[in-house]
T-cell receptor, first 112, second 112 residues
Framework: QQKVQQSPESLIVPEGGMASLNCTSS?????YFWWYRQHSGKSPKMLM?????GEKEEGRFTVHLNKASLHTSLHIRDSQPSDSALYLC????????????FGAGTQLIVIP | DPKIIQKPKYLVAVTGSEKILICEQY?????MYWYRQSAKKPLEFMFS???????DNQTASSRFQPQSSKKNHLDLQITALKPDDSATYFC???????????FGSGTRLTVL
């Protein structure tokens, strides 16, 4: 069974600081990775996706992917209190589209 | 204005009873899914439907039966409820071929 491991489990950063979150899949057949954000009591919302090796930046958010090691990371610069949420990494095989395997998440707390 | 409507928002049931969770999406998507999230497990895939046909089923128990009466509906019937079924059940949808999933607000089920 595919496993998606996320670290750290929780992370506290000061407002304006950098948050770095990690995710690794155990499935060598994974094709795509997503990052979702889930605020407390709310539904997960897609933050960023990455499908090929390298880096992708959108505003304050940067995602890296190393397909050889099946590792992706999410970096949030200039963190804001509104970024406080559970960050979920998801991986999927191209042959099973829609069947996302989620990690347990990283709980990010940004302190004003 | 929510585009994926789940009803009810909260549900309390007794062990052994049966409940139906409702999901309707107004995004025009042709693929719909059920996911489950509990305190004990990460967000996990249950079912996927495409054009009202079951595509993938990760739920071992036949107590969970999805029902699709219309293209934009995917309800979930759960029979013989157990306390372990307590979780938040999220409905999601996507446009087939594009893998971003959009989640509804969830139904929080508590089985006593």
């Amino acid at each position: 069974q595919q496993k998606v491991q996320q670290s750290p489990e929780s992370l506290i950063v000061p407002e304006g600081g950098m948050a770095s979150l990690n995710c690794t899949s155990s499935d060598r057949n994974v094709d795509y990775f997503w990052w979702y954000r889930q605020h407390s009591g709310k539904s997960p919302k897609m933050l960023m996706s990455i499908f090929s090796n390298g880096e992708k930046e959108e505003g304050r958010f940067t995602v890296h992917l190393n397909k050889a090691s099946l590792h992706t990371s999410l970096h949030i610069r200039d963190s804001q209190p509104s970024d406080s949420a559970l960050y979920l990494c998801a991986a999927v095989r191209g042959s099973a589209l829609g069947r996302l395997h989620f990690g347990a998440g990283t709980q990010l707390i940004v302190i004003p | 204005d929510p585009k994926i409507i789940q009803k009810p928002k909260y549900l309390v049931a007794v062990t052994g009873s049966e409940k139906i969770l409702i999901c309707e999406q107004y995004l025009g998507h042709n693929a719909m899914y059920w996911y489950r999230q509990s305190a004990k497990k990460p967000l996990e895939f249950m079912f996927s439907y495409s054009y009202q046909k079951l595509m993938d089923n990760q739920t071992a128990s036949s107590r969970f039966q999805p029902q699709s009466s219309k293209k934009n509906h995917l309800d979930l019937q759960i029979t013989a409820l157990k306390p372990d079924d307590s979780a938040t059940y999220f409905c999601a949808s996507s446009q087939e071929g594009k893998e971003t999933l959009y989640f509804g607000s969830g139904t929080r089920l508590t089985v006593l």
